[in-house]
C-alpha cells in the first residue's frame, strides 16, 4: 500500500491528460481562458470538480484564483458563482507552437436549488485579467413523494350488485393462477434439468468487449459518445468483479483512491487506470467530442489498464513457495 502524498503527486499529472483533451473543445489564439464541469449532476453539498484552462503566449505569467490554506469543514473559501472551492491543484503546462496552456482543477461544492451556476472564473495573465464563461450543473433534489392532499367527500353509498357475476370471474382467476402454477412449475423442473451457462470470468469477458469495440467504427458526435461511453464502462465492470470495489459507483478520483489502497494493484496498474478513465470523463460530462485516433488511444489505454491490473492480481493471488528447512550444522 502507498501513501496519500505519494497519490497526490501522481494525481496531478494524470489530471494534465484530462485537461488537454478538453482543449480539443475549441482553439487556443490569443489570450483565452475556459471552463469544463466535470459532472453531469451533483446534489447539495457534494463535491465534485471543474477545471480551467487558459491559453497565452510563452513567457506569460499565470496566476489561478487561490485556495487559502485552511480547514474546508471550517466553511467557504473562494466562490465562483454558485458553487464553493476547497481545493486548488496545479496542472503540468502544455506548450503547442506559439500558445502555452497553463491549467488548473478546482473541488468544488454547489448549494443551490435546481441549476447551479459555475463561474466565471478570473484568470491572472501578467497584469490582464482574463475571465471564463460561465456553465452551469443541474443539482438533484433529496425531497421525493407526492404533495399532501385532501381526502374526497364521501358520497351515497352504492348499490350491491348481483353476486352471480363475481362467483363466474372468481372461477376463472382461480383457474388461470391453477394453470400458471402448473406452467411455471413445468418450466422450473425444465431449468433444472438445463444447468445455466457459466458466467465468463472478469478479465475474458473484458477482452472480448474491448476486441467488439475495436470493430466498431462511430461516425456521429453522438456515436463517439456512445462508444467512449461504453469504454469507460467496460474497465469499470472489469475493476469491480475482479477486485470487488465499487468501481461503477464511484467517480474517477474516489476510484483512484480505492486502488492506490489496494495492496494487490501496483503504483503503474493505478497510474494506467487514470490514463483510461480520466479522458472518458470529457466525453460523458464536458461534450468533448475527440477524433477517431484520439478514439483508438482511449481504447489502448483501456486496455492496457485491463491487463495491468490483471498481472498484479494473478501475481498476488499466485501460491508462494515455502522456504526450505536449513540444514543443521553440527556443533
Known amino acids: 500500500m502507498r501513501g496519500e502524498e505519494a497519490w497526490g503527486t501522481r494525481e496531478g499529472g494524470r489530471l494534465g491528460g484530462v485537461v488537454a483533451l478538453a482543449l480539443m473543445a475549441g482553439a487556443a489564439s490569443g489570450q483565452e481562458a475556459r471552463l469544463h464541469v466535470l459532472a453531469d449532476s451533483v446534489s447539495i453539498g457534494e463535491r465534485f470538480e471543474i477545471a480551467v484552462a487558459v491559453d497565452h503566449a510563452p513567457g506569460a505569467q499565470v496566476a489561478f484564483p487561490a485556495v487559502p490554506l485552511a480547514d474546508p469543514e471550517a466553511g467557504p473559501l473562494v466562490a465562483f458563482g454558485d458553487v464553493e472551492a476547497f481545493d486548488l491543484r496545479r496542472l503540468p503546462p ?3 507552437g506559439d500558445v502555452r496552456t497553463d491549467s488548473a482543477v478546482y473541488t468544488v461544492a454547489a448549494f443551490a436549488v435546481d441549476e447551479a451556476v459555475v463561474g466565471p472564473v478570473e484568470v491572472a495573465v501578467d497584469s490582464a485579467r482574463v475571465q471564463t464563461a460561465a456553465a452551469s450543473v443541474p443539482v438533484r433534489s433529496e425531497l421525493t413523494g407526492p404533495p399532501p392532499h385532501e381526502p374526497a367527500p364521501l358520497g351515497p353509498p352504492d348499490d350491491f350488485p348481483s353476486p352471480v357475476a363475481l362467483w363466474a370471474v372468481t372461477g376463472l382467476v382461480a383457474l388461470a393462477l391453477l394453470g400458471g402454477a402448473v406452467w411455471g412449475l413445468v418450466q422450473t423442473l425444465r ?5 445455466a451457462p457459466a458466467r465468463q470470468p472478469p478479465y475474458p469477458a473484458a477482452r472480448a468487449r474491448l476486441e467488439a469495440l475495436d470493430a466498431e467504427a462511430p461516425q456521429t458526435p453522438e456515436a463517439v459518445e456512445a462508444h467512449v461511453v461504453a469504454l469507460r464502462g467496460v474497465v469499470r465492470v472489469f475493476l469491480a468483479r475482479r477486485l470487488g470495489v465499487a468501481a461503477r459507483e464511484a467517480t474517477t478520483a474516489e476510484l483512484m483512491g480505492l486502488l492506490a489502497a489496494d ?11 487514470g490514463t483510461a478513465l ?12 475527440p477524433p477517431a485516433e484520439v478514439v483508438a488511444q482511449m481504447r489502448a489505454a483501456a486496455r492496457s489498464a485491463v491487463d495491468a491490473v490483471e498481472r498484479d492480481v494473478r501475481a498476488a493471488e499466485a501460491p508462494r513457495p515455502e522456504a526450505e ?7
Open 94 to 96: 502544455e506548450i503547442r
Open 191 to 195: 431449468a433444472r434439468e438445463t444447468p
Open 263 to 273: 495492496a494487490r494493484v501496483s503504483e503503474g496498474a493505478t497510474e494506467a487506470v
Open 278 to 289: 480520466q479522458p472518458t470523463d470529457l466525453v460523458a460530462f464536458a461534450r468533448v467530442r
Open 325 to 331: 528447512p536449513s540444514p543443521s550444522v553440527p556443533a
